[in-house]
């Protein structure tokens, strides 16, 4: 009976190729296959990450995965079950997949939920982490995002701004671009200054913003806003 592949999940980092881990570059130099959460490679940011440290990247065999943006889950799962089910066909074959994920997969990634499905199938799968977006945008900007008791709450754009400003200790706002305004206006009515944003960070085109005032009105989606309060 042939020996089945196995899905690995492989953190690429924040946006810096050389943020990658030793063992990311290895685990996708021995997969004879990537998969890319997106339309084709060319369109992935963690593909482009991968790439600008691996040679001969662009000679892998690649499943492109792109999901639908749309919050219907019911769409979105028979998206992740499509995308589970190509999968396992290249697995069966005994073939090994690396999916390239921006960041840490286990932190807010669509990887998780096609791994949970190959998971279902039979299939083994492992996990390769990555520096996750808001380590790095913290170590880019020198500073701690808690010291000895202190919390911190990894939010997602997606949530009450107004009720995460009042948890204790240090805040991150994940992919926070379409809440900038909301971000911004709330943080200057409630009077605090200690905060920064980082977008792309990591990236070519990174941008670094410090103070509530100084956040801009638009940014890309991969914007980050760590507030210390």
């Known amino acids: 009976m042939k020996e089945r592949g196995i899905l690995y999940g492989v953190g690429v980092g924040p946006g810096d190729p050389e943020l990658m881990t030793y063992k990311a570059i290895k685990t996708i130099e021995d997969c004879e296959i990537i998969a890319v959460p997106n339309v084709n490679r060319e369109k992935s940011v963690s593909y ?51 999916y390239l994920t921006l960041g840490d997969p286990c932190v807010y990634s669509t990887y998780m939920y096609i791994e949970r499905k190959v998971r279902s ?32 709450h990894i939010i997602p754009s997606s949530y009450d701004i107004e009720q995460a400003l009042e948890f204790p200790g240090t805040k991150v706002f994940m992919k926070a671009g379409k809440k900038l305004t909301d971000v911004k ?45």
């Open 48 to 98: 482009r990450i991968a790439a600008g440290i691996i040679h001969d990247i662009d000679k892998k065999i690649c499943i492109d995965l792109g999901t639908p943006m749309t919050k219907d889950k019911e769409v979105l799962n028979l998206a992740y079950e499509k995308a589970a089910s190509r999968i396992a066909g290249y697995l069966a074959e005994g073939k090994s997949i690396a």
């Open 121 to 152: 199938l039979g299939y083994e799968t492992r996990i390769i982490n990555g520096i996750p977006s808001f380590c790095a945008a913290a170590s880019r900007m020198n500073e701690s995002l808690a010291d000895r008791n202190e919390q911190i």
């Open 185 to 229: 206006a709330m943080l200057i009515k409630k009077g605090i200054t200690d905060c920064y944003m980082i977008e792309n960070c990591g990236m070519p085109d990174e941008k670094i913003y410090s103070g509530a005032d100084k956040i801009p009105e638009n940014a890309g989606y991969y914007s980050i806003i760590i507030i210390r309060h």
